[in-house]
């Protein structure tokens, strides 16, 4: 029988984990490759053993992921594409097991104060493991009946745990947003629809640097949509910053923006150009409520 997949999408954490959903969901027809790292991942794509990588990059809840920050600098490939996928957690134990046995509960250090309600509730001591499908994975190998893990439904049926309790999260908007990488550019016009631009910069160790920088986007109309920081190679003297622009870089508005940046900046590396979600009309219609 011939393997009908046609390319290979890696993503870090094991089989059934939510970056494998979601790879899943956008990309059916690839092959999916687990990596125990995000650096695995994007090795993979940049030594051409992968196409894409699909990695997470911010939750609503537990914020930004911070190792891909770290990770950005030093890499060459390109943010081709976001997507969105709402968090569901579940609690899964060996077949046949009721949740009365329960007593100790595994899951990855993010997913766990997800649930601290249900948690409480039962009473259930927790155990903080590698990702939420290795949860499950090690839940199954122990074939320990007072053992359960936090993670999606896809773990159970890979690893053949009963589902004990469904949607367990304390808040129902918790979402996780990913970004595809590629070796190649997204090849978008201006004209292709609403785009976001994706780009790191540090800024000169003068006063109010930040504050010259980010005013040509104010005068130009550009909508910047995130703005974080974080400190170079350890030090403190010297900050990096990770924003992102509704916009084209062609665009007028955004073509001036960034020209009126670079004087005030030592460094600016854009990542990418892809097209605006429509899941993030989501986040806006319920501020607006």
Known sequence: MTNSKKGIIAFQGELGANSHIICNQ????????????FELAFKMVESGKAELAMIAIENTLAGRVADIHHLLPSSNLHMIGEYFLPIRFHLMALKGTNIAQITDVYSHIVGLPQCRAFIRKHNLKTHIAADTAGSARMVSEWADPSKAAIAPEIAAKIYGLDILARNIEDAAHNTT?????????????????PMITSFLFRVRNVPAALYKAMGGFATNGVNMTKLESYQVEGGFSATQFYAEVEGHPDDRGLQ???????????????????????????????EKA
């Open 26 to 37: 956008q990309y059916p027809e690839m092959e999916v490759m687990p990596c125990d790292s």
């Open 177 to 193: 947003r990913f970004i595809v990488f590629s070796r190649q550019a997204a090849a978008f016009k201006p004209d292709d629809g």
């Open 256 to 286: 001036l923006a960034l020209e009126e940046l670079a004087f005030f900046t030592t460094e600016i590396k854009i990542f990418g150009t892809y097209k605006r979600n429509i899941f993030r009309d989501t986040f806006v219609k319920a």
